[in-house]
């Protein structure tokens, strides 16, 4: 996905950088034009790994914000399992033509009734036992999953931003090329 958005970038003579980060930013390379920039970037992003767990989008956007000075086209590839980044999504999608990227698992939306199951939390290392055999679990667990990806919905339509669902089961390029002709019959 980063390398066809990168090479895409490249095709059109434009500049590519990229902001890695966890609850912090880790990794910052500045936008640059050149085929061995975006190969730079590429190599990154198949050998980054993060030094911290969490998430802060938030915060990612407020480093873009203060970093990136020229209205610049972004893309955010995240899961969105964060809270508490609406505002700075606002302020990054009034400064910059803001992009999210939604990648996510179908499997991650419901528990499979398989009993007594050992999760452990990817960002915490927190593990917990769930017990999935229990209708009325899967279910909260159902519906908080609703009500994450609802307010990430209406946090994007609010602040008039445009989003691509990318599912980690199917190819990503029919969603992006429909994204792309959307976009170019709206200009």
């Known amino acids: 996905l980063c390398a066809v958005l990168a090479f895409s970038a490249l ?26 920039h975006v190969l730079r970037i590429l190599r990154e992003v198949l050998v980054f790994r993060p030094e911290r767990r969490g998430t802060n989008i938030a915060g990612g956007l ?16 995240s899961d969105y ?49 769930v017990d999935a055999g229990d209708r009325n679990v899967r279910e909260a667990y159902a519906r908080w999953w609703r009500a994450m990806e609802e307010a990430r919905i209406r946090t994007f339509r609010r602040s008039g931003l445009d989003e691509i669902r990318i599912r980690t089961d199917q190819p990503y390029v029919k969603p992006l090329m429909m994204f792309f002709r959307m976009r170019e019959k709206r200009w």
Do not use: C
């Not at 059109?12 to 912090?24: A, H, T």
């Open 11 to 36: 095709k059109n003579n434009d500049k590519v950088g990229v902001i890695f980060f966890s609850d912090v930013v880790e990794k910052f390379i500045p936008p640059k034009k050149g085929r061995s």
């Open 62 to 77: 407020r480093f873009l914000t203060g970093a990136i000075k020229k209205r610049s086209i972004v893309f955010l590839i």
């Open 81 to 129: 399992i964060d809270e508490g980044y609406e505002d700075a999504l606002k302020i990054a999608g009034k400064k910059h033509d803001l992009v999210g990227i939604k990648l996510f698992d179908p499997r991650e939306a419901d528990l499979p009734p398989v009993g007594l199951m050992r999760t452990v939390d990817a960002e915490t290392g927190e593990t917990r036992w």
